[in-house]
């Protein structure tokens, strides 16, 4: 038997091939749960692609819509599967380019047809293998350019196929015109469901990942000054940032090609939600780059927590303790304040005062370190060790205050607007919308600005 050790000792090929595969089955469910759990969008994104599946396969149930398309029917099916993504920019951005490249290829097919029929039985192969050739090489060259290969390299690619396709097929069938109408319909069809369903069932937005994958990025970075200043001084308490959060950071040094491929993907999504038309996208990615240059400093602020041997000296650790930990309240607060306003969609008002009294800690610390007189210390491991910190914590606020002029300039460009409360409205409901960031007083409302409710009265001037 297969199951069994023959003559000479050696298992069958079946229970060497079971032995390996029963250990991966048995993890799937654990694995299968962990993904759904994670983002439970990638069980609602399956079942919309079986729908979409289900739906462009009554095209081979109903006879009359298979007699028209005949085995072209096919490729409505394989364009669903092909095209569906995950986000709607990406099933928008698939679907055109296949669209567009279909249609230009399937219209080159059939004149590199025409034109080789011109040239008789001799010169016809000739010329449609010229063709092929010119056509196929210059396309695949042009897929090398930056911009063509970010937002058109599966059109090019499907504009090579489908002209070689619709080409050569003709030279053994002569109702090369109706092949390549039947097919360009049945993509068609295929794109258009597939675009249905994406948008209409609970749709993904990839501009909205974008926006909030930058927002909590910020978000990070503020949590890790929170716990900075505290940890650094050895004032840990319960309840504060525990190290597992402030490592959170380091997920920022990997973004850059997740936020390159969002910002791809949103600039073919239609206006949704706040983002309007002509979103400003890019400055995402400007965002982004800052947000990365933080994050450096702060891998290098980290490898402080971990010298230990190198503590702040005692002479000076009660002079540049409380600057020190200001600074990184400050621009923790600032952070915060603008991550929130960034998720709100609000202009951040009050990030920028934030950031100011951090720039004015620091020249307080600057200060104290001038007058300060390194003969007193011994170690000279413990002077670099404190001018090294100082060094860092200025050059990561100039970075902060980059961050935050960019993201003014985002909500400036993208017209983000202070919400505005009536001064009707009961003390709970304001104290659940103090979160929605800062206000322009006019008359007869409340405003928020930095978190505290400010009421204007009717006689008072805008």
């Not at 097919?183 to 258009?192: A, E, F, P, S």
């Not at 202009?347 to 370190?369: D, G, R, V, W, Y």
Request: hydrophobic letters at 45%.
């Amino acid at each position: 038997m297969a199951t069994e050790k023959n003559s000479d000792g050696y298992e069958g090929l079946l229970p060497l091939c079971l032995r390996w595969v029963k250990p991966v089955f048995a993890k799937l469910p654990a694995m299968a749960v962990k993904l759904a759990k994670d983002d439970p969008r990638r069980v609602v994104h399956a079942l919309k692609v079986g729908l979409a599946i289900t739906l462009v396969s009554f095209f081979y149930y109903f006879k009359p819509l298979y007699d028209g398309f005949g085995t072209s029917t096919m490729w409505a099916i394989v364009t669903v599967i092909v095209v569906f993504e995950f986000s709607v920019g990406g099933t928008l951005g698939r679907g055109l380019n296949r669209v567009m490249a279909t249609f230009l290829a399937g219209a080159l097919g059939f004149g590199a047809h025409y034109l080789a029929s011109l040239g008789g039985e001799t010169g016809r192969p000739i010329m449609l293998g010229l063709f092929v050739f010119v056509l196929g090489g210059i396309s695949t060259f042009i897929r090398f350019f930056p911009k063509i290969k970010a937002r058109y390299d599966y059109g090019m690619l499907i504009f090579i196929l489908t002209f070689c396709m619709v080409s050569l097929s003709g030279y053994r069938d002569d109702e090369i015109a109706k092949l390549a109408i039947s097919r360009i319909l049945t993509i068609l069809i295929g794109c258009c469901f597939t675009v249905i369903v994406c948008i209409f069932v609970r749709p993904v937005w990839a501009g909205t990942d974008l926006h909030y994958l930058v927002a909590t990025n910020i978000q990070s970075l503020a949590i890790f000054f929170e716990g900075f200043g505290v940890e650094y001084f050895g004032l840990s308490k319960e309840g504060e940032v525990s190290k597992t959060d402030m490592q959170k950071y380091r997920t920022i040094l990997n973004s850059k090609s997740n936020e390159e491929s969002l910002t791809n993907l949103a600039r073919w999504e239609p206006r949704h939600g706040k983002f309007r038309y002509r979103h400003p996208w890019k400055q995402y990615l400007v965002i982004g780059s800052l947000n990365r240059e933080c994050a450096y400093r702060l891998e290098v602020l980290n490898g402080c927590l971990k010298a230990n041997q190198f503590q702040m000296p005692s002479q000076v650790h009660g002079q540049f303790q409380e600057e020190c930990r200001k600074i990184c309240s400050e621009s923790s607060r600032g952070l915060r304040e603008l991550s929130l306003a960034l998720r709100k969609m609000v202009p951040p008002l009050t990030a920028k005062a934030h950031i100011e009294k951090a720039k004015i800690a620091a020249e307080n610390l600057k200060s104290h370190l001038e007058e300060w007189r390194f003969e007193e210390v011994n170690n000279a491991m413990e002077i670099v060790h404190v001018i090294s910190l100082t060094s860092l914590l200025f050059d990561t606020i100039c970075c902060i205050e980059k961050i935050v002029d960019s993201v003014q300039k985002l909500a400036s460009m993208a017209g983000f607007k202070a919400v505005e409360v009536q001064s009707g409205v009961a003390p709970q409901q304001q104290n659940d919308l103090q979160d929605e960031g800062s206000l322009q007083p006019c008359h007869g409302t409340t405003i928020l600005l930095a978190h505290h409710v400010i009421t204007i009265d009717e006689e008072t001037p805008c």
